[in-house]
T-cell receptor, first 113, second 116 residues
Framework: GESVGLHLPTLSVQEGDNSIINCAYSNSASDYFIWYKQESGKGPQFIIDIRSNMDKRQGQRVTVLLNKTVKHLSLQIAATQPGDSAVYFCAENRGGSQGNLIFGKGTKLSVKP | DTGVSQDPRHKITKRGQNVTFRCDPISEHNRLYWYRQTLGQGPEFLTYFQNEAQLEKSRLLSDRFSAERPKGSFSTLEIQRTEQGDSAMYLC??????????????FGPGTRLTVL
């Protein structure tokens, strides 16, 4: 069915290394994608977004890559810090009059000091 | 704090009771969303408002659930005759799509509901 999913449920990295979190989506009509970070007991926190007319967008220590050919989205975190430990969700907006976001199940990132 | 706020943060109730949650969006945001999140899952859409109009409802929103946004500002989500399966985190988000047509949604801290 149509869904946003993630390749790995957990990711463990060493502090200072780069992290890459992947996401696959199946709806080619989706025109907007967002990455969220969620810490335990808190609401999702916006990290970075990208529209379907772009293939890369950079923020502070984060980069989102969009490959529409294979319907793949990734989040790269440079120099990962212990404070980056959280669950990361990608979400898609299918455009048009549909306002809701479709979320994947999330990847839990653990940063080892 | 100018972010999305939700009240209460935690609610414990007995099965069959009614509960009501409140969400105050970011002040200039005209869209307001409700999501539900169970442990280990991503948020699932329930409903959303543009100003005071409820524009979309998920099939997850059974007839025991009702949401309002009477003046286009804060919103309430009521669950009647709660069931144990209603136990979840209820998240509110708000956005202002504007001319850019990108609907960046900002989430509140959530209300954790436990139905005994």
């Amino acid at each position: 069915g149509e869904s946003v999913g993630l390749h790995l449920p957990t990711l463990s990295v060493q502090e200072g290394d780069n992290s890459i979190i992947n996401c696959a989506y199946s709806n080619s009509a989706s025109d907007y994608f967002i990455w969220y970070k969620q810490e335990s007991g808190k609401g999702p926190q916006f990290i970075i977004d990208i529209r379907s007319n772009m293939d890369k967008r950079q923020g502070q220590r984060v980069t989102v890559l969009l490959n529409k050919t294979v319907k793949h989205l990734s989040l790269q975190i440079a120099a990962t810090q212990p404070g980056d430990s959280a669950v990361y969700f990608c979400a898609e907006n299918r455009g048009g009059s549909q306002g809701n976001l479709i979320f994947g199940k999330g990847t839990k990132l653990s940063v080892k000091p | 704090d100018t972010g999305v706020s939700q009240d209460p943060r935690h609610k414990i109730t007995k099965r069959g009771q009614n509960v009501t949650f409140r969400c105050d969006p970011i002040s200039e945001h005209n869209r307001l969303y409700w999501y539900r999140q169970t442990l280990g899952q991503g948020p699932e859409f329930l409903t959303y408002f543009q100003n005071e109009a409820q524009l979309e409802k998920s099939r997850l929103l059974s007839d025991r659930f009702s949401a309002e946004r009477p003046k286009g500002s804060f919103s309430t989500l009521e669950i009647q005759r709660t069931e144990q399966g209603d136990s979840a985190m209820y998240l509110c988000a708000s956005s202002f799509p504007g001319l850019a047509r990108t609907d960046t949604q900002y989430f509140g801290p959530g209300t954790r509901l436990t139905v005994l």
